[in-house]
């Protein structure tokens, strides 16, 4: 049980286009799922916290109007990259808590590449 | 500001030696603590969390940890490492009921040589 998928695994895509990133958790209703970015050989940075039907919290030194993120149901977050650039490249992890157990479960994560 | 340590950043062990991560929390107030473990090119998954209770935690694949409130440690531990305990370990720590924000620290390496 608890299984986040995340969709695409993988995405390229060229500088100033954008990208948009699903999370969905399978086997249960997330109260709350959370966007993260990983760099290399470094930890996990929590980008947002996103609660359905609200608006997300941002952390802070995240753009909020460059990173996009709509939780429109109980079982999914989409987050969008909007107008990416090169320094945008890099490990978006989600996570999503199981009720009220505050233990998050994660996501593959998706790796972006901007050209 | 609040913070997670984890102080070994690379650990290389060989079959059969024990193994204890360290992971040290800077929040006073009420903690909930984690930890995860990424096998390379997989994602996060859950070994074991501590809320309250016993503070020594049993988790899956023989990994426990000890939470010393005292010392604001939650330190991870097993007895005999494999081959395939070869992975990144975070620790993370969230300040109590009902605030499920984490705070994760950098991240240990292991590699465990056959």
């Known amino acids: 049980g608890a299984v986040v998928s995340q969709h695409p695994s993988r995405v390229i895509c060229k500088s100033g286009t954008s990208v948009k990133i699903e999370c969905r958790s399978l086997d249960f209703q997330a109260t709350t799922m959370f966007w993260y970015r990983q760099f290399p050989k470094q930890s996990l940075m929590l980008m947002a916290t996103s609660n359905e039907g609200s608006k997300a919290t941002y952390e802070q030194g995240v753009e909020k109007d460059k990173f996009l993120i709509n939780h429109a149901s109980l079982t999914l977050s989409t987050l969008t990259v909007t107008s990416a650039h090169p320094e945008d490249s890099s490990f978006y992890i989600c996570?999503?808590?199981?009720?009220?157990?505050?233990?998050?479960?994660f996501g593959p994560g998706t790796r972006l590449t901007v050209l | 500001a609040q913070s997670v340590s984890q102080h070994n950043h690379h650990v290389i062990l060989s079959e059969a030696a024990s193994l204890e991560l360290g992971c040290n929390y800077s929040y006073g107030g009420t903690v909930n603590l984690f930890w995860y473990v990424q096998y390379p090119g997989q994602h996060l998954q859950l070994l074991l969390k501590y809320f309250s209770g016993d503070p020594l935690v049993k988790g899956i694949k023989g990994f426990e940890a000890e939470f010393i409130k005292s010392k604001f440690s939650f330190n991870l531990r097993k007895p005999s490492v494999q081959w395939s305990d070869t992975a990144e370990y975070f620790c993370?720590?969230?300040?109590?009921?009902?605030?499920?924000?984490?705070?994760f620290g950098t991240g240990t390496r292991l590699k465990v040589l056959a």
């Open positions: 993370a720590v969230n300040r109590g009921s009902g605030t499920y924000k984490y705070i």
């Open positions: 996570s999503a808590a199981l009720g009220t157990t505050d233990t998050q479960y």
